[in-house]
């Protein structure tokens, strides 16, 4: 983890609109990070501007992404400058004016130079981390990766050094003379769930489900 608890200020992480919902604390990245389980990534391809939705997984300051090894877009992205995002929808902001409606959110942004992990001890690392941040406790409870399945498998490595965050959160902030029209206005909250789990038709007689799953299926009731 960085000694440096500030996050780093530049041209492309400074804000320029609505600077007052910028987070500047280096926790408050990882928290952004650490409660999504989607990704996109930014990368050219031939000239071309192509977005990657991908599960990842952060080990301390770094990033990781994982996707087949012929995924055009990871092999793109090595040793280049990529844009990573996350985004959290946590609320539809209703105002009395059309022009103030809003959402409540959290999103972190993130620039660097990307690499491909080719050693074996960092790939497993990185699809570890993959792993838990899907599903937490699952690495302990499923067989590890064969080098057959390593080797099909491309692993993306991105530094926490140059990142943004930003978060809206609040009701409506409407003009102040439209406080006094009689339209409502409020936030509608949002929120993912998870269901109950779902045994696959082969698992073998007998077997309960694990309480990391169950864990998980709690986190939505």
């Known amino acids: 983890m960085s000694a440096d608890t500030s996050l780093s200020q530049t041209d492309r992480t400074r ?13 408050e990245l990882y928290a952004v990070l650490d409660a999504g389980l989607i990704c996109h990534l930014g990368v050219l391809i031939d000239g071309s501007p192509v977005v990657l939705p991908t599960g990842y997984g952060r080990s301390g300051d770094t990033l990781y992404l994982h996707g087949s090894s012929a995924n055009r877009s990871l092999l793109a992205a090595d040793s280049r400058d990529v844009c990573v995002t996350v985004t959290h929808l946590d609320g ?13 959110y959290r ?14 001890e960092e790939r497993l690392t990185a699809l570890r981390a993959v792993t838990e941040q899907l599903v937490p406790g699952r690495w302990e409870h499923s067989r590890p990766p064969s080098r057959k399945e390593l080797a ?12 943004s965050v930003k978060v809206r959160t609040g009701p409506a902030k409407d003009e102040p003379e439209d406080y006094q029209l009689d339209f409502w206005a409020g936030v509608i909250p949002v929120a993912m769930s998870f269901g109950l789990p779902e045994a696959d038709a082969a698992v073998r007689p007998g077997l309960d489900v694990p309480d990391h799953i169950s864990a998980l299926a709690s986190r939505g009731s």
């Open 15 to 27: 804000l320029h609109r609505l600077r007052e919902r910028g987070r500047s604390d280096r926790a």
């Open 107 to 120: 999103s972190a942004v993130v620039f660097g130079t990307a690499r491909l992990v080719a050693d074996d």
């Open 152 to 163: 099909a498998t491309a692993v993306l490595a991105l530094p926490l050094d140059e990142a």
């Open 92 to 104: 539809m902001v209703c105002a009395r004016a059309i022009f103030h409606h809003s959402m409540n």
